[in-house]
Nanobody
Framework: QVQLVESGGGLVQAGGSLRLSCVASGRTFSMYPMGWFRQAPGKEREFVARIGSSGISVTYGNPVKGRFSISRDNAKNTGYLQMNSLQPEDTASYYC??????????WGRGTQVTVSS
């Protein structure tokens, strides 16, 4: 069983930056692609970014392209989401997840990001 713990969220002014981290327990982190998702109150969960198991392949959701950057350090069992030029519409709980097959099977509990205008 893999456990994921996110950190790095907080309150930031519009235009600011935050770096989220996702630490995984166990030895299987490097085997799976990792994704970041977000969910704002009253809205559906939204895809933010995905990175392949080796860290080479990356994909971004349209709202964050050019502003967010996903990365991972398999030696540290840690994934990252660098968020720049944050806007109030980026306010949400952010979750990391590992993709074992088609679905994301392992999820963290999330970290809150609030962007003030």
């Amino acid at each position: 069983q893999v456990q994921l713990v996110e950190s790095g969220g907080g309150l930031v002014q519009a235009g600011g930056s935050l770096r989220l981290s996702c630490v995984a327990s166990g030895r299987t982190f490097s085997m799976y692609p990792m994704g970041w998702f977000r969910q704002a109150p009253g809205k559906e969960r939204e895809f933010v970014a995905r990175i392949g198991s080796s860290g080479i392949s990356v994909t971004y959701g349209n709202p964050v392209k050019g502003r967010f950057s996903i990365s991972r350090d398999n030696a540290k069992n840690t994934g990252y989401l660098q968020m720049n030029s944050l806007q109030p519409e980026d306010t949400a709980s952010y979750y990391c997840a590992l993709q074992r097959g088609v679905d994301y099977d392992y999820w963290g509990r999330g970290t809150q990001v609030t962007v003030s205008s």
